[in-house]
């Protein structure tokens, strides 16, 4: 098998997660593999499959628009090629971030992501009260030609760091530690699409 461009990055991430929490990688999937999580992404939205995203767990679940605004629908193997592709790699990655980093991380939870223009997410952690076990968040974003002029920038608030902008753009995945590092989505001017996700580990 072929180096995949995503393999050769694995170093660089691992470090970048260790040592600052968060880690941007451009153009991480080819394109053409891009091109069909987007399309796939509209299509089900046009279909009505995503249904707005709620905040909280369990019993405290609640759709609350005044601090996220998307609409969501969860992944599952073998409903699509490309999400499987997409699965796959991410994967990999788990295995990769727990051989170097021994995070024990046990599987991947994902979903599709569609925030309408306007719609933001207030600042947050990724990690719930009552469930410790999201360690790794990771968003891979599918908007072409992203302009930083159109908002939707996912802020990131390292402790120790200045405040720092990722822009949505296509083939750009961002990585962060779940349970440190608060963060939150701008509003935007066009409609922004995503595939965000949650390496847990084991509940303890
Ligand atoms: C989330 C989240 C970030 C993004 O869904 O918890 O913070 O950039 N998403 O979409
Ligand atoms: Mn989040």
Known sequence: MKIDSYSQRLPQIIDELAEQGWSRQLDFLPQALTRELAEECRARAQRGALSAAGVGRGEALAVRESVRGDSIQWLEAGEHAACDQYLAIMDRLRQALNQA?????????????????????????????DDDRRTVSAVFYLNDAWQAEQGGALRLYPDAAPSLDVLPRAGTLALFMSAQMPHEVLPATRERLSLTGWFRRRAV
Do not use: I, N, V
């Open 101 to 129: 980093l021994y995070l024990g991380l046990e599987d991947y939870e994902s979903h599709f992501a569609l925030y309408p223009p306007g719609a933001f997410y207030q600042k947050h952690l990724d990690r719930f009260r």
